[in-house]
């Protein structure tokens, strides 16, 4: 016989799964990069001392935090983390505008063909982003396709720069994660009510109207969940930036990976992942607790 007192323990050994995924993937590495950012630097392999010493009578310590002031006190990277934040914010908002129409069109189609759109939506996952990103630097190049396209056309006398520009950068953000913002949007479209609508019509509402009134609204949710799974990776993008942007394109991404491999400041470049990671989770986790009193 299954009692409250049986549930409870199920529930409990029910999120244990998670907690275990999310401690083994998100806070051991987490932990090693924060402890690499309180070490200090060395030439060898690796390139940090350790933090914690064993001298075969007592446990010591050296902890570092000049690596943490080092990257507040120096401008370059606050203009990465201001400039990530821009061209995240930015981009999630034109993904957001590409999605929603294609989501909300997807979601008024029939059964059959949503599965079929659907299907085209994440055809473009199963290639590699780095294959993808290569295809738009062919498409972008001054001899490439859209150029030759459009001096063929004669709407052009000279080729475009686009390439190694902040329009190609975001080109190939929203084109890369475009899935990310309209799978959410049309798994909330497509579980809309319909007989609200209907209400909304027999009751004087404009197609327009109960979309803004009805539709909108409900659909809230799934915005919120799309934004955050494009503007969160956006933020700490690399691939992107740096083949499509070229070297003037500054990104924290761009930045950390100049900080591991070329300057071979690990610690450093630590301490900016760790500063990257406060700046992301603080922020949701207090939007996530808004969220929550609100629906309460």
């Not at 630097?137 to 686009?162: C, E, F, H, V």
């Not at 190609?168 to 994660?177: E, L």
Request: charged fraction near 10%; hydrophobic fraction near 55%; glycine fraction near 6%.
């Amino acid at each position: 016989m299954v009692t409250p007192k049986t549930m409870g323990q199920n529930q409990r050994l029910l999120i244990i799964p998670p907690f275990l995924w999310l401690g083994v993937m998100f806070l051991l590495p987490t932990l090693l990069v924060l402890a690499i950012a309180l070490s200090s630097t060395r030439v060898g392999m690796p390139p940090y001392e350790p933090l914690f010493t064993w001298d075969g009578a007592m446990l010591s310590i050296k902890l570092n935090f000049e690596n943490l002031q080092f990257v507040f006190r120096d401008g370059l990277y606050a203009h990465a983390y201001l400039n990530s934040l821009k061209v995240a914010a930015i981009a999630t908002l034109l993904t957001l505008l590409i999605a929603y129409p294609l989501a909300y069109g997807i979601s008024c189609c029939k059964h059959p063909w949503r599965s079929l759109l659907v299907f085209l939506v994440i055809v473009p996952f199963w290639s590699s982003l780095l294959i993808r990103v290569y295809a738009w630097m062919a498409i972008l190049s001054n001899d490439g396709l859209l150029n030759s396209l459009l001096l063929a056309s004669g709407l052009i006398d000279r080729p475009l720069q686009i390439l190694n520009t902040q329009t190609a950068v975001y080109i190939g953000i929203v084109y890369s994660y475009l899935p990310f913002m309209v799978l959410p949007l049309y798994s909330n479209l497509a579980d809309r009510d319909q007989s609200l609508l209907e209400a909304a019509r027999d009751l004087g509402c404009s197609r327009l109207s109960s979309f803004w009134r009805i539709t909108f609204p409900l659909s809230l949710s799934g915005i919120v969940a799309g934004c955050a799974l494009v503007f969160i990776p956006v933020v700490g993008e690399f691939v992107v930036p740096d083949l499509l942007g070229g070297a003037d394109t500054q990104m924290i991404g761009r930045t950390i990976w100049v900080e591991f491999f070329n300057n071979r400041d690990w610690p450093v470049a630590a301490s900016v992942t760790v500063l990257l990671v406060l700046l992301l989770v603080i922020p949701i986790t207090l939007l996530q607790s808004r969220l929550s009193k609100m629906r309460v």
